[in-house]
């Protein structure tokens, strides 16, 4: 399912326009983005947690010219699953 598709399905579910469904997606992304570029983490009990998680550097080798480089350390985005959500989805 891609955006547009999500966006339809919320539209439809509640029973809305596409045009406020796509702004309340817009908005929700703009805050998660919002919460975790401060360093926070937005909690959903029982559905999961978006976090932001430190990758150290590392080894890796160029896959073209087989030479070792070192990837840089970086931060990503993490989402932890809640215990709803894994149990719909076993």
Known sequence: M???EFVDKFAK???TT???AEQAVNAFWGIVEEV???GGKLQFVNEGTFSVAKRASRKGVNPRTGKPITIPA???VKFTP???LK???K
Do not use: I, S
């Open 87 to 89: 149990e719909a989805v």
């Open 82 to 84: 809640g215990k709803k």
């Open 2 to 4: 891609n955006k547009q």
């Open 18 to 20: 596409k045009k406020f």
């Open 74 to 76: 970086k931060k990503v």
């Open 13 to 15: 579910d509640l029973g």
């Open 36 to 38: 975790l570029k401060k």
